[in-house]
């Protein structure tokens, strides 16, 4: 009996100092990603509420127990405040600092254009031009008098109170010319700027009067006039440098990172269809005339305007050398930037956020960055707002990215729950901005996404992080002509082939859609197949390659010897200098030119049916907002990563995730997974489970491995190089599942955050 009552109470005293140990545990949880998974990403935007005594900590408090955020990208939105001033420093030193002891990190927005002030006090003679040519008509016998006034520029970086303003109006040049369909008459152009009278040359506007001309018969006077805005200069040559000595200024902060958001030339909202605005400076000039041996980029500027008859093949290569000088120096200052944040904080800083401004390959992106989205690197492949997916998807590749991440806000909070779900279905995950644009405080709309059930979806989402390191398996790439899509004297201006990308996502098959630029990065494995980075493509479409240069034939006749099958959309008449070039016939005997879309699209999904490339759930739902829609996955479907993981996700009628009982095929094997929300299934060779990642785990039932945890949870689990088991659960209050613990001891605790119930009030 005494032994027995011992027994009973060494057993009692074990258990209760089991569960006072697991309460410990518990209460250490952490709700974070742990290092090396992909984080979660959330917007902070410091307004002057942050500059207020302990500020920021409101912001950092909400987030730290309400958002499973690991970072947080982080920009100023306040005027008259610089990175580069000393309070402003110590501020995000100050912030920095509380946000790691919270366990969330911040990435701060260390741009030049936060710094404009400071840079034009230093370089006062570096700063951005703007050439509007102003072309009007003369009348016989009449002085004509061209009246040119400045343009306001403004984006988010100068929150409409300090915009790009204009310092200074000056007169360049003044022509003369008669036009025919060709455009101008060359025998009749006369450059007449010393005859001309300069009336007013402010920040406001440039007047210069044309005396009358003796024969004004459809003559007409084009006044060239350049605008100097408060903002640095692309071409300035101590850019970089400036840009390196703020990184610098930082390096004593816990920063885990920088930011560079939508880098470029000022921004114009219409991309300047007329074609008579350019961005200009002597330094530009200079660049150009040494690739161009020597030409003037001012009387080019007219070239490329309004054309002149007989030069047609001068325009073209003007405009294609001109947009290539843009791409390649902003390509340049984005990689310049990743390297300087590397050196300044160390090998594992991030670099954030997105290359793209305006969220669709067109002709606003042409102006502003030469469209360089693929050419900026990122840590994690990174967009904004409604970029198609198949763009995403293609910076997922070309930085080795196993998600991508998108920026993305809305009025909604509707759209938000929408997404989360359409992104991890296209193989991607929010950053999420706050509600916008949007009445109410920045905290209260940062808070609104706290309430609710979003970020328990997030969380779910979240699982696959830990279980894959492979993106979207889009089995096509769409190659745009880079330099064609660019150039408005050529057939394919401002098409960049996201009809037919799109065409291939509602057909079931992902398309990446990559620029031609991109070729030096593409590249034939051993077995054939043409990559980008990880991704090997079945089918790839040459799209409108007109201006491209002889060597992008040679690799692609290479590619097409191979085992991914080519097809062509649209004639190929010109090389990049546009001299004459039959590049239909240099590619004939390997590539197939097709007519219009439609032919494309059977042709090539009639290649992946034959290659047995199993269709992805169509992407029939729309991304709609102020640019050009697209398409994107809906809310429930499946979808496969490179790796061979199968995921599938529900989130149509509840936000948390809908529970489904599905049976998914899987190299032929069958496997019945009972979950909520989420499930992303891998096999290995041999058909055994490798990793598993499920909201709210009821069944997975296969041949030779079946799993019903005790109780129901969101789990994910994975088998290492040595074939031994790893998990996480998330969100579970009591001990193992017994189930589980039969598989692996080995079970990170994942808490979730504390649900938000009230909005804060801002002080």
């Known amino acids: 009996m005494f032994r027995t009552c011992l027994g009973l109470l060494i057993f009692f005293f074990g258990l209760l100092f089991s569960f006072q140990a697991w309460g410990e545990e518990a209460a250490s949880v952490s709700p974070r990603l742990p290092e090396g998974v992909p984080p979660v990403l959330g917007c902070w935007f410091w307004h002057g509420a942050e500059f207020e005594p302990d500020g920021y900590k409101v912001y950092v408090d909400l987030v730290s127990r309400h958002a499973p955020y690991n970072r947080l990208t982080t920009s100023l939105r306040i005027p008259l405040k610089e990175v580069t001033d000393e309070d402003v420093h110590d501020r995000i030193e100050e912030a920095a600092a509380y946000a790691r002891e919270r366990g969330v990190s911040v990435v701060m927005d260390l741009d030049v254009r936060l710094a404009r002030k400071a840079f034009q006090d230093r370089y006062p003679d570096e ?68 005859s001309c009278g300069l009336i007013e040359a402010s920040t406001q506007a440039v ?47 816990p920063l885990a990172g920088a930011c560079k958001d939508e880098w470029g030339f000022p921004p114009c909202y219409d991309g300047n269809p007329k074609k008579d605005e350019y961005w200009y400076s002597r330094f530009e000039a200079q660049e150009y005339a040494n690739r161009t ?75 502003k960055n030469g469209l360089d989205w693929w050419a900026a690197p990122r840590d994690w492949a990174q967009t904004d707002e409604t970029t198609p997916f198949a763009v995403r998807t293609a910076l997922a590749k070309k930085w080795g990215s196993p998600v991508w991440y998108d920026m993305y806000y809305s009025s909604k909070k509707a759209d938000y729950e929408r997404h989360v779900w359409t992104h991890a279905l296209g193989g991607g995950r929010i950053n999420y901005h706050p509600l ?4 109410g405080t920045l905290l209260e709309n940062s808070a609104s996404l706290l309430q609710g059930d979003l970020m328990r979806a997030d969380c779910r989402v979240r699982l696959l992080n830990f279980i894959s390191k492979s993106p979207l398996d889009c089995p096509v790439a769409v190659i745009f002509g880079h330099a064609g899509a ?12 996201m009809e037919i990308a799109d065409a291939f996502w509602r057909a079931g098959y992902p398309a990446d859609l990559i620029p031609s630029s991109e070729i030096e990065n593409l590249g034939v494995t051993p077995e054939g197949w043409l990559h980008y980075g990880p991704q090997c493509y079945t089918a790839a479409v040459l799209y409108h390659p007109e201006f491209e240069n002889p060597d992008t034939a040679e690799f692609l006749k290479k590619a097409a010897k191979g085992k991914t099958k080519v097809f062509q959309l649209g004639d190929w008449t010109r090389d990049f200098e546009g001299n004459p070039f039959d590049g239909n016939a240099a590619l004939s005997e390997s590539v197939t030119l097709l007519a219009d879309n439609q032919a494309v699209l059977s042709k090539a999904c009639k290649v992946l049916s034959e290659k ?58 069958k496997v019945n997974v009972e979950a909520v929300g989420i499930a992303g299934v891998r096999l290995d060779e041999q058909g055994r489970l490798e990793a598993l990642a499920a909201g709210e785990l009821k069944h997975l039932g296969m041949e030779g491995f079946e799993l019903d945890p005790d109780t129901p949870a969101d789990i994910a689990l994975w088998r290492d190089a040595s074939g031994q088991y790893h998990g996480v659960i998330q969100g579970h209050d009591g001990p193992i599942p017994s189930a589980l613990l039969e598989i692996t001891s080995d079970w990170l605790r994942l808490a979730l955050p504390e649900p938000l119930e009230d909005l804060p009030v801002e002080k």
């Open 486 to 497: 660019m150039n408005w004297a050529g057939p394919a201006y401002n098409d960049v082939g």
């Open 207 to 253: 007047t210069v009067t044309v005396p009358p001309q003796k024969d004004t018969n459809d003559r007409y006077a084009c006044a060239m006039v350049a605008f100097t805005h408060f903002c640095p200069d692309v071409f300035a040559p101590h850019l970089m440098e400036f840009q390196r000595d703020i990184l610098r200024q930082y390096a004593d902060a």
């Open 436 to 439: 916008y644009p949007r009445e």
């Open 612 to 669: 047995e490339i199993v269709p992805q759930t169509p992407a029939l739902a729309r991304l709609e907002a102020f640019a050009e829609p697209s398409n994107c996955p809906p809310t429930e479907g499946f979808c496969r990563l490179l790796d061979g993981t199968l995921i599938w996700a529900a989130g149509t009628e509840k936000v948390s995730g809908d529970a489904f009982d599905i049976t998914l095929e899987i190299e032929g094997k």
């Open 127 to 194: 700063l951005q031009q703007m050439v509007i040519l102003h072309e009007v008509p003369q009348r016989a016998g009449e002085e004509t008098r061209i009246e040119t006034k400045s343009r306001e520029l403004t984006d988010h970086y100068t929150n409409r109170t300090t915009p790009y303003l204009s310092l200074e109006g000056s007169l360049l040049r003044v022509y003369s010319y008669r036009c025919g369909p060709a455009g101008i008459e060359p025998d009749t152009l006369e450059e007449i700027t010393s």
């Open 293 to 367: 041996g020597g030409r003037d980029l001012l009387a080019d500027f007219l070239l490329m305007h309004r054309g002149i008859a007989g030069r047609e093949r001068e325009r073209i290569s003007a405009i294609n050398q001109f947009m290539k000088m843009s791409l390649e120096r902003n390509s340049a200052l984005e990689s310049d930037f990743y390297q300087s944040v590397k050196e300044t904080f160390g090998p594992k800083a991030m670099v954030a956020t997105h290359p793209t401004w305006w969220p669709y390959p067109d002709l606003r992106e042409f102006k």
